[in-house]
């Protein structure tokens, strides 16, 4: 009865610290330490091995010193123009401003301005003063081949938002980035579907909502225009780029630029008005330049329309309270129900991470969910709830007997030794168990058992993170005739030799050498290239070599060696891991057949391929 009447302290502890949360991140007093865990997340999440249609030629400090002059001549930039339009792209974005002539050659301009339909300028109209507006090209403008080049910075002067378009007298102007991935995708059939409030815009797979001033760690920004969160493209070699110079002098294939967006700008020091920082931006060395965020919502805006790629966004607002509420009930729980100091220093970092933890497995999906206000609310609500059963446990103390306290207290202490030492033990002869039943008891290295649970996780692992997975299966030459000259211990002294040269040559962490069966034993590699399987194989007759364990009766070395068949899958893999055995036992088998002491190699096909490619590494 008594802990009943405490549930409602609690609770009022849980619903207090939720409104403290809450009402910090409606202030926006944790939005900048939101604003950094969002960087982190863009920083760790590995880039994405995709294809963009998408070309960019930048501008350079070399390209400027090249060209002789900036800006461009209204003739240099004219013959760019032309050159990248035989290309065929399918369209073509100048993120410079000419509304100026810059002669000579601004009537050559003009003419390609009026014979490239393909070709979209810009302007800037989001100034925060006539002094900032800069007007596009006449001509352009004229023919309505204009975008906006305006970018959206946070307070701490990132980019972390897409300005898609701005509406001006009942008008809606595109941005350069979204202006461009329209005229891709229309091509694609796919064209803009906009909901009735305005609010939302459909693009093949991808609906794209309006920011709200409060979305994810937001508090009250302003959200003119048509926002979204801008979820980075980041690819392994970055987005393909040219150079003005390159371009200019013919050393750039039409095939570069053919059916692409291509986008123009300048990346050069002396032009560092259009550098900005991002979320990956750690220095001034890291800034991107504005041409390359364009360029970027575009293949954002491409890649989630034709193949679903994840738009960012935020929770509900009634989904971020309810967070906070989860994490401090969970705090006022633990906080309250934790008894042992060496629990509360394992279990509360614990729960700390799960929240930046789930955080990020929520961002790798597309949702911004707040971090910080809910581990306020937890770490509040552990510190309050106990304090509570700190100042609980003391009134109840009070009412007890010093002795019967005294008493009962060493009993629990006793009991508590009792069961760690009882636990402790179960605990250790449980490893020792464990190590039993997955070593072999003669070699040291992983027994069958192992290898098999081993050999299915990497499958199943390398399926889905689309790595690809190599297996060896190895045998001693001649064992049976080496046993009978030199007899059966020897021949245990042999394969433990043989193991520990292959334990030494397969280091990664990733890397498990098991005892197969008899003389065999196999290797699991993830995550190694074809290159490295031919390298290991020739490390592993090397080291055998270096051991040179005699066999006088051996018909191919008067020392010990090897015969080595190899399995080399790419996802995604079309059977099971006992295909894969069967696949490196055949390869095994030709390498007897061929005279032992080699390394035979077989790489599965991908689902386009026909036939297995086998070769001989000896």
């Not at 944790?30 to 998408?54: G, K, M, S």
């Not at 390609?112 to 109209?125: A, H, R």
């Not at 060493?410 to 250790?428: C, D, G, P, S």
């Not at 042999?494 to 065999?520: F, K, M």
Request: proline share 6%; net charge neutral; aromatic share 8%.
């Amino acid at each position: 009865m008594k802990q009943l009447r405490l549930w409602p302290n609690l609770a009022l502890i849980a619903c207090g610290v939720t409104a403290i949360a809450g009402t910090l991140q409606q202030t926006g007093a944790t939005q900048f330490l939101e604003w950094v865990v969002l960087n982190q997340w863009f920083r760790l999440r590995p880039p994405e091995a995709r294809t963009v249609p998408i070309a960019l030629v930048t501008i350079q400090e070399s390209d400027i010193q090249w060209a002789g002059r900036w800006p461009l001549s209204d003739r240099q930039l004219a013959t760019l123009l032309q050159k990248i339009n035989q290309a065929q792209p399918v369209a073509i974005g100048l993120n410079l401003y000419r509304n100026l002539v810059v002669e000579p050659g601004h009537a050559e301009l003009s003419q390609v301005f009026q014979t490239t339909p393909n070709l979209i300028g810009i302007k800037k109209d989001n100034g925060d003063s006539i002094e900032a507006i800069v007007p596009p090209p006449p001509v352009l403008r004229d023919r309505q081949q204009v975008s906006i080049n305006d970018l959206l910075l946070d307070g701490d002067g990132v980019v972390r938002r897409n300005l898609l378009a701005i509406g001006q007298n009942g008008q809606s102007t595109p941005a350069l980035g979204t202006k461009l991935a329209l005229m891709y995708l229309q091509r694609h059939g796919i064209t803009a579907q906009t909901s009735p409030d305005l609010n939302q815009v459909t693009l093949g797979r991808a609906t794209f909502t309006r920011l709200q001033a409060d979305t994810g760690g937001y508090a009250r920004i302003d959200t003119g225009g048509f926002q979204t969160l801008s979820n980075y493209l980041v690819l392994p070699d970055g987005m393909p780029t040219v150079s003005l110079q390159a371009v200019m002098e013919g050393r750039v294939p039409a095939s570069f630029f053919r059916d692409k967006l291509v986008f123009i700008g300048t990346k050069a020091a002396s032009t560092w008005g259009d550098r900005f920082y991002t979320p990956f931006t750690t220095d001034s060395q890291t800034t991107w330049a504005g041409v390359e965020i364009h360029a970027n919502v575009a293949a954002q805006l491409i890649l989630s329309a034709l193949e679903g790629r994840p738009v960012l966004q935020g929770l509900p607002q009634v989904s971020e309270w309810l967070l906070m509420l989860v994490w401090a009930s969970t705090g006022t729980l633990l906080g309250w129900g934790l008894r042992s100091l060496r629990w509360a220093i394992a279990i509360i970092p614990l729960s700390v991470g799960s929240i930046f933890g789930l955080a990020y497995l929520a961002f790798l999906g597309g949702w911004w969910m707040i971090t910080i206000p809910p581990a306020i609310a937890f770490g509040l609500a552990v510190l309050l709830s106990r304090s509570y059963w700190v100042w609980t446990a003391l009134t109840q103390a009070n009412q007890l007997l010093e002795a019967k306290v005294h008493e009962r207290t060493q009993e629990l202490i006793e009991k508590n030794r009792a069961l760690e030492q009882a636990r402790h033990a179960a605990e250790v002869a449980n490893m020792a168990l464990e190590r039993l039943a997955r070593v072999d008891e003669l070699t040291q290295v992983a027994n069958r058992r192992c290898f098999n649970e081993y050999l299915e996780h990497q499958w199943y692992s390398m399926q889905q993170a689309d790595l690809p997975l190599a297996l060896f299966l190895i045998d001693v030459d001649f064992f049976k005739l080496y046993n009978d000259t030199y007899g059966h211990p020897a021949g245990d002294a042999c394969l433990i030799r043989v193991a520990q040269g292959l334990t030494a040559t397969a280091q990664r962490a990733t890397d498990l050498v098991a005892r197969y069966g008899g003389e065999e034993f196999a290797i699991v590699l993830p995550s190694l290239d074809i290159a490295g399987v031919y390298q290991l194989g020739q490390a592993i007759q090397t080291s055998l070599a270096q051991l040179a364990i005699p066999h006088r009766r051996s018909q191919v070395s008067p020392y010990v060696t090897v015969s080595m068949g190899a399995v080399y899958a790419f996802p995604p893999f079309h059977d099971t891991p006992a295909a894969l055995i069967q696949q490196a036992d055949q390869a095994l088998y030709q390498a007897k057949q061929l005279g032992r002491d080699r390394l035979i190699v077989t790489q599965l096909p991908s689902p386009t391929d026909s036939d297995p490619d086998v070769s001989d590494a000896s």
